[in-house]
């Protein structure tokens, strides 16, 4: 008995990669670094990010559309992702700045010294003057690069093996991820949790030891990075689900107990599936917020994590194109209503403001999507004729 | 200025109308004891004071001056007093006395102690009860020991309120300056276990002490010896004690070692030492060793200088009260009220903490029925307590009178929510029967548009929602034990709405017909029951309970548009922890959240963050060992 590979079984894996490519080349050849400038560097950055988020709506889609957990902790993992490699980042050209000033002086500065100065660069803001004990690898990139996996894949390790071996499910199971993130954003809040409090981390859209390329060739850098993370893990997500594993976590969302019964460890499909998202989502984490330039406290709050359930559920969960596109229309449609730069719709009596009404519209827009599209924005291919595969 | 000295500004106050008289009596005593009042000692000086006080206002206000040095007498025999602004006044009449020249008395310490109790006495016995008491509050701030004996001998009052506090501060002020140790212990311990501010203001000077740097146990009262490098004496600090006694030479920090060296380079070397080396911290000490050897800079102490120093020196803390029988019994008397101390702040907590699962209980309830009945979770349930909230603010716009705003508010924001409640429950909830996750979403998508909604009418500045006057203030038992009005208020509200709720599920057609859907939709359909219109009913009531919280927390939290999103957390935890089986769960669930997070934070004062998450942690590791709450709900109903 023959195989159909993989890739062939799931086209809609290769239109995601084609147009993946197309886009990347796109934007790299209208970039300001690499081709024509059409497209400014705030631009690509926000194109990148995106592309960031969309791998973190890919790893929500597998949690909730394949596996049935509303997880509203996914951001935690994301920001997670981000406070570790932001503390290489900006431990490493903190470094640079002091070494460079002390060197100034006739006498060699010790190693203390420049710990010192370090630790007061970064710490003097929460009136800190010792390094706390979570920044002891931040000197080396690949200790923090091990972190940005370990640390989130750990918490949800523990986290879903408490959660799923006392069958917390349903709703209840919701509440649990949105209080777990609220609980590890409020601890970063305080200004003695060693990350900075509520300043978090800023300036790490820098690379030290790269002052010279410029942000205009660093952020097409980080874009391809970001597509290529994106394209790497939506293969893998993608021949996940496609087999037999794929058949196994979608018979527990739809029924738990039946699984259960017929012998299969659920326990075991949920934190694997759970363990894996959260790992994702931190690398996308870890790609982003280099981008964003700064990470703090309230990135990681309940709500943001519900705005990623959101776009999976606007883009059509359930499928990992749908994820896709939902995060990038809607963040898109979002960065450019709230942006101000959406034209105001003047009705006689009152002018419409989009940067007052946006929230307003994508609320009900909302509403209007889960009641009467529940397939979301990815259900137009059904209804186009074009019968999407079940990937 | 002396201590009666702030007594005695507001007595001349009083009497200054009637200084305009002469008084021939105090002219009299004044002419004839020239002498004594130019040299006084302390042994003749009494009967004079008392003459001179016995001969009415303007004999004290001249006492007063004179303790203060403040009086002069003239060339021709006259006292004048000399005001802050130097102008002189006579003491007998009272007249302004221009371009005087007296000469100023000097009296010492020990006369002004005689003077000074001559007027407490004065004070203490005057017949307006206004002045007695003007007088005990100056000597509640702290007396001398003739002020203390004056006391004694005016303890009886008429009035028995100001005996009481006689007697009070008379035992303060024995603990404080009492005339021996004896006398000073026996007050402490007749006061021990009162935990009055008072009480614990007068032990705190006793024990008092300062630490001393010494070789040997040094002389004085000696409350304890302090090891170095222990919890109260860490090394760093004792040794800045040391330099600070001047037993030890300052250490070098490094960044004067660095200057010491950078201004002694020399052909790339520093006292014989490379430059290139000097990134090592050893080989600094090596350098500044040999430019100390060399004489061009000044010694510093050496580590092994330090440990020497250290060990040779012996901290010790001792006290400021000399009598170690009084600072015994203090520090024994302070244990007992910190004892006692501790056991009201636990009431007091107890009290917050009460009132706090109150609020949640109120904010929960609606989410605990709603879930109870349909399984859903209203995400938007933070957004009525906000409506409930601006509802009752602009109640207050209309209705200028508070109390009668606030009981239109309370009914009417109840009305809107419900009406609220109800639109979301046929527009959205009704269609998303059975599918609770995307419900849960749905109403998220609710809750953002009403609270930007929120925003675009109210503005995003806080708006205030002012209780009314009889609701302001707080109770207070003592000095340790209150609790404001509106706390008060809310929990009785809280016990409102159990009672209420317990009778509407109890005793009502509604509520016999809500348990019947929650028990078994099916069954109960059919039995005649509209599974539809009881699951409206229930959305609409938790809704409208949720606009009632939202007037509550209102009076005492500022009203945004973010004011729901403050509590939903904590009601999805009292839910969760409570349990959706009865309104007693979510009572156990809000009493147990609020209590916790009131104990967390007492752990760790001014930390409410730290307080959140460790609850959140807590709640985390419950779910663990009761994965349905507290109370959870039984049956079939429970596997839906």
Same mark, same amino acid.
Request: one cysteine or more.
């Given at each position: 008995?023959?195989?159909?590979?993989?890739?062939?079984?799931?086209?809609?894996?290769?239109? %995601?990669?084609?147009?993946?490519?197309?886009?990347?080349?796109?934007?790299?050849?209208?970039?300001?670094?690499?081709?024509?400038?059409?497209?400014?560097?705030?631009?690509?950055?926000?194109?990148?990010?995106?592309?960031?988020?969309?791998?973190?709506?890919?790893?929500?889609?597998?949690?909730?559309?394949?596996?049935?957990?509303?997880?509203?902790?996914?951001?935690?993992?994301?920001?997670?992702?981000?406070?570790?490699?932001?503390?290489?980042?900006?431990?490493?050209?903190?470094?640079?700045?002091?070494?460079?000033?002390?060197?100034?002086?006739?006498?060699?500065?010790?190693?203390?010294?420049?710990?010192?100065?370090?630790?007061?660069?970064?710490?003097?803001?929460?009136?800190?003057?010792?390094?706390?004990?979570?920044?002891?690898?931040?000197?080396?990139?690949?200790?923090?690069?091990?972190?940005?996996?370990?640390?989130?894949?750990?918490?949800?390790?523990?986290?879903?093996?408490?959660?799923?071996?006392?069958?917390? *499910?349903?709703?209840?199971?919701?509440?649990?991820?949105?209080?777990?993130?609220?609980?590890?954003?409020?601890?970063?809040?305080?200004?003695?949790?060693?990350?900075?409090?509520? *300043?978090?981390?800023?300036?790490?859209?820098?690379?030290?030891?790269?002052?010279?390329?410029?942000?205009?060739?660093?952020?097409?850098?980080?874009?391809?990075?970001?597509?290529?993370?994106?394209?790497?893990?939506?293969?893998?997500?993608?021949?996940?689900?496609?087999?037999?594993?794929?058949?196994?976590?979608?018979?527990?969302?739809?029924?738990?107990?039946?699984?259960?019964?017929?012998?299969?460890?659920?326990?075991?499909?949920?934190?694997?599936?759970?363990?894996?998202?959260?790992?994702?989502?931190?690398?996308?984490?870890?790609?982003?917020?280099?981008?964003?330039?700064?990470?703090?406290?309230?990135?990681?709050? #309940?709500?943001?994590?519900?705005?990623?359930?959101?776009?999976?559920?606007?883009?059509?969960?359930?499928?990992?194109?749908?994820?896709?596109?939902?995060?990038? %229309?809607?963040?898109?449609?979002?960065?450019?209503?709230?942006?101000?730069?959406?034209?105001?719709? *003047?009705?006689?009596?009152?002018?419409?403001?989009?940067?007052?009404?946006?929230?307003?519209?994508?609320?009900?827009?909302?509403?209007?999507?889960?009641?009467?599209?529940?397939?979301?924005?990815?259900?137009?291919?059904?209804?186009?004729?074009?019968?999407?595969?079940?990937? | 200025?002396?201590?009666?000295?702030?007594?005695?500004?507001?007595?001349?106050?009083?009497?200054?109308?009637?200084?305009?008289?002469?008084?021939?009596?105090?002219?009299?005593?004044?002419?004839?004891?020239?002498?004594?009042?130019?040299?006084?000692?302390?042994?003749?000086?009494?009967?004079?004071?008392?003459?001179?006080?016995?001969?009415?206002?303007?004999?004290?206000?001249?006492?007063?001056?004179?303790?203060?040095?403040?009086?002069?007498?003239?060339?021709?025999?006259?006292?004048?007093?000399?005001?802050?602004?130097?102008?002189?006044?006579?003491?007998?009449?009272?007249?302004?006395?221009?371009?005087?020249? #007296?000469?100023?008395?000097?009296?010492?310490?020990?006369?002004?102690?005689?003077?000074?109790?001559?007027?407490?006495?004065?004070?203490?016995?005057?017949?307006?009860?206004?002045?007695?008491?003007?007088?005990?509050?100056?000597?509640?701030?702290?007396?001398?020991?003739?002020?203390?004996?004056?006391?004694?001998?005016?303890?009886?009052?008429?009035?028995?309120?100001?005996?009481?506090?006689?007697?009070?501060?008379?035992?303060?002020?024995?603990?404080?300056?009492?005339?021996?140790?004896?006398?000073?212990?026996?007050?402490?311990?007749?006061?021990?276990?009162?935990?009055?501010?008072?009480?614990?203001?007068?032990?705190?000077?006793?024990?008092?002490?300062?630490?001393?740097?010494?070789?040997?146990?040094?002389?004085?009262?000696?409350?304890?010896?302090?090891?170095?490098?222990?919890?109260?004496?860490?090394?760093?600090?004792?040794?800045?004690?040391?330099?600070?006694?001047? %037993?030890?030479?300052?250490?070098?920090?490094?960044?004067?070692?660095?200057?010491?060296?950078?201004?002694?380079?020399?052909?790339?070397?520093?006292?014989?030492?490379? %430059?290139?080396?000097?990134?090592?911290?050893?080989?600094?000490?090596?350098?500044?060793?040999?430019?100390?050897?060399?004489?061009?800079?000044?010694?510093?102490?050496?580590?092994?200088?330090?440990?020497?120093?250290?060990?040779?020196?012996?901290?010790?803390?001792?006290?400021?009260?000399?009598?170690?029988?009084?600072?015994?019994?203090?520090?024994?008397?302070?244990?007992?009220?910190?004892?006692?101390?501790?056991?009201?702040?636990?009431?007091?907590?107890?009290?917050?903490?009460?009132?706090?699962?109150?609020?949640?209980?109120?904010?929960?309830?609606?989410?605990?029925?709603?879930? @109870?009945?349909?399984?859903?979770?209203?995400?938007?349930?933070?957004?009525?307590?906000?409506?409930?909230?601006?509802?009752?603010?602009?109640?207050?716009?209309?209705?200028?009178?508070?109390?009668?705003?606030?009981?239109?508010?309370?009914?009417?924001?109840?009305?809107?929510?419900?009406?609220?409640?109800?639109?979301?429950?046929?527009?959205?909830?009704?269609?998303?029967?059975?599918?609770?996750?995307?419900?849960?979403?749905?109403?998220?998508?609710?809750?953002?548009?009403?609270?930007?909604?929120?925003?675009?009418?109210? @503005?995003?500045?806080?708006?205030?929602?002012?209780?009314?006057?009889?609701?302001?203030?707080?109770?207070?038992?003592?000095?340790?034990?209150?609790?404001?009005?509106?706390?008060?208020?809310?929990?009785?509200?809280?016990?409102?709405?159990?009672?209420?709720?317990?009778?509407?599920?109890?005793?009502?057609?509604?509520?016999?017909?809500?348990?019947?859907?929650?028990?078994?939709?099916?069954?109960?359909?059919?039995?005649?029951?509209?599974?539809?219109?009881?699951?409206?009913?229930?959305?609409?009531?938790?809704?409208?309970?949720?606009?009632?919280?939202?007037?509550?927390?209102?009076?005492?939290?500022?009203?945004?548009?973010?004011?729901?999103?403050?509590?939903?957390?904590?009601?999805?935890?009292?839910?969760?922890?409570?349990?959706?089986?009865?309104?007693?769960?979510?009572?156990?669930?809000?009493?147990?959240?609020?209590?916790?997070?009131?104990?967390?934070?007492?752990?760790?004062?001014?930390?409410?963050?730290?307080?959140?998450?460790?609850?959140?942690?807590?709640?985390?590791?419950?779910?663990?060992?009761?994965?349905?709450?507290?109370?959870?709900?039984?049956?079939?109903?429970?596997?839906?």
């Amino acid at each position: 008995m023959t195989r159909t590979p993989f890739i062939l079984r799931t086209p809609s894996t290769l239109i %995601v990669l084609a147009v993946l490519a197309v886009f990347t080349i796109t934007v790299t050849l209208l970039s300001a670094a690499y081709g024509t400038g059409a497209i400014p560097t705030s631009m690509v950055k926000t194109l990148g990010m995106t592309l960031c988020l969309a791998l973190a709506a890919v790893a929500m889609d597998l949690v909730w559309g394949y596996l049935g957990i509303l997880s509203l902790g996914q951001m935690a993992f994301f920001a997670l992702g981000g406070y570790m490699i932001g503390q290489w980042l900006m431990y490493a050209r903190t470094e640079g700045i002091v070494a460079a000033s002390l060197s100034g002086n006739p006498i060699p500065f010790t190693p203390q010294e420049l710990r010192d100065g370090v630790t007061n660069q970064i710490f003097g803001v929460v009136g800190s003057a010792e390094l706390p004990m979570v920044w002891g690898f931040a000197h080396s990139l690949t200790l923090q690069l091990i972190l940005v996996v370990a640390v989130p894949g750990l918490l949800a390790l523990v986290f879903g093996w408490l959660a799923f071996r006392s069958r917390v *499910n349903g709703v209840y199971l919701s509440i649990l991820t949105q209080a777990m993130t609220l609980a590890l954003a409020l601890w970063l809040f305080q200004n003695d949790s060693g990350f900075r409090g509520n *300043n978090g981390l800023s300036g790490l859209q820098n690379l030290p030891g790269l002052d010279h390329v410029g942000q205009a060739r660093l952020s097409v850098w980080f874009l391809w990075a970001s597509a290529l993370a994106l394209g790497l893990f939506y293969v893998i997500a993608a021949w996940l689900v496609s087999g037999k594993f794929g058949s196994v976590t979608r018979a527990i969302r739809d029924d738990e107990t039946r699984v259960r019964f017929l012998g299969y460890p659920v326990e075991g499909f949920k934190l694997v599936v759970f363990t894996l998202a959260a790992m994702i989502t931190a690398i996308a984490g870890a790609l982003y917020y280099p981008q964003a330039g700064i990470i703090n406290p309230a990135e990681m709050m #309940p709500i943001a994590s519900i705005y990623l359930a959101v776009w999976v559920a606007i883009g059509g969960r359930g499928r990992l194109y749908g994820a896709v596109i939902g995060a990038f %229309v809607v963040s898109l449609l979002s960065t450019w209503f709230t942006g101000g730069r959406a034209p105001s719709i *003047n009705l006689p009596g009152y002018v419409v403001n989009w940067v007052d009404w946006w929230q307003v519209a994508l609320g009900l827009s909302f509403v209007l999507v889960t009641l009467y599209a529940p397939k979301g924005i990815a259900g137009i291919f059904d209804l186009i004729g074009r019968k999407g595969d079940r990937a | 200025m002396t201590r009666l000295g702030r007594v005695l500004p507001l007595l001349a106050a009083l009497l200054m109308p009637i200084c305009a008289q002469a008084n021939p009596a105090l002219e009299a005593v004044i002419a004839d004891n020239l002498e004594g009042l130019e040299r006084p000692s302390r042994l003749t000086v009494e009967p004079l004071v008392a003459q001179i006080a016995a001969t009415g206002p303007e004999g004290l206000a001249l006492l007063q001056a004179w303790s203060e040095r403040q009086l002069g007498l003239t060339e021709d025999g006259r006292a004048v007093i000399i005001g802050d602004d130097d102008a002189a006044t006579d003491a007998v009449t009272g007249q302004p006395v221009p371009e005087a020249d #007296p000469q100023m008395l000097r009296p010492n310490s020990g006369v002004r102690g005689v003077i000074e109790s001559a007027l407490v006495a004065g004070a203490l016995n005057d017949p307006d009860p206004s002045r007695r008491r003007a007088a005990l509050d100056s000597l509640a701030r702290g007396g001398s020991f003739e002020q203390l004996t004056a006391l004694r001998a005016a303890l009886d009052d008429p009035d028995p309120t100001l005996a009481a506090r006689k007697a009070r501060l008379e035992r303060l002020l024995t603990i404080q300056v009492g005339e021996n140790s004896e006398a000073r212990v026996t007050a402490i311990e007749d006061l021990a276990g009162d935990v009055s501010l008072d009480f614990r203001a007068a032990l705190n000077p006793l024990l008092v002490t300062r630490r001393v740097v010494a070789t040997e146990e040094p002389q004085g009262n000696v409350a304890r010896e302090i090891s170095i490098d222990g919890d109260d004496l860490p090394r760093e600090a004792a040794i800045a004690l040391l330099v600070s006694e001047g %037993v030890l030479e300052p250490r070098l920090t490094s960044a004067e070692q660095r200057a010491a060296l950078a201004a002694n380079l020399s052909d790339g070397r520093v006292g014989g030492v490379p %430059v290139a080396d000097l990134s090592d911290p050893d080989a600094r000490d090596r350098a500044y060793e040999a430019l100390e050897d060399a004489g061009t800079v000044p010694p510093a102490a050496t580590e092994a200088e330090v440990q020497a120093a250290l060990d040779a020196h012996r901290v010790y803390e001792l006290y400021a009260e000399p009598d170690p029988a009084v600072t015994e019994a203090a520090r024994a008397a302070q244990i007992r009220a910190q004892v006692r101390l501790g056991a009201m702040q636990g009431i007091d907590l107890g009290l917050d903490a009460l009132s706090l699962a109150s609020i949640y209980f109120l904010a929960a309830i609606g989410l605990a029925v709603t879930f @109870g009945v349909m399984r859903v979770i209203n995400m938007a349930h933070g957004e009525f307590i906000m409506m409930g909230a601006y509802t009752g603010y602009t109640v207050q716009t209309l209705i200028a009178d508070r109390t009668l705003s606030l009981v239109v508010a309370l009914p009417l924001a109840f009305a809107v929510t419900f009406g609220a409640g109800v639109v979301l429950y046929r527009l959205v909830i009704r269609h998303l029967a059975h599918r609770p996750l995307e419900t849960l979403l749905a109403t998220f998508g609710v809750s953002i548009a009403l609270q930007q909604l929120a925003k675009n009418i109210f @503005g995003t500045q806080a708006r205030p929602l002012t209780a009314p006057a009889w609701l302001e203030g707080s109770i207070t038992i003592n000095d340790v034990i209150s609790i404001s009005s509106i706390r008060v208020a809310i929990f009785v509200l809280a016990l409102l709405f159990l009672g209420l709720f317990l009778f509407i599920m109890k005793r009502t057609r509604l509520g016999l017909e809500v348990r019947a859907v929650t028990q078994n939709p099916g069954m109960a359909a059919s039995m005649g029951i509209n599974p539809d219109r009881i699951a409206m009913m229930t959305f609409g009531l938790g809704s409208g309970i949720a606009g009632i919280a939202g007037v509550a927390i209102g009076l005492f939290a500022q009203v945004t548009s973010e004011i729901g999103q403050q509590y939903i957390v904590q009601s999805f935890m009292t839910v969760v922890v409570g349990g959706v089986g009865n309104i007693w769960g979510t009572l156990a669930g809000a009493t147990l959240i609020g209590g916790l997070s009131k104990v967390i934070e007492s752990f760790n004062p001014g930390n409410t963050l730290a307080a959140q998450t460790f609850m959140i942690l807590f709640i985390i590791i419950f779910i663990q060992f009761r994965p349905r709450g507290i109370i959870p709900q039984k049956g079939r109903a429970a596997e839906a």
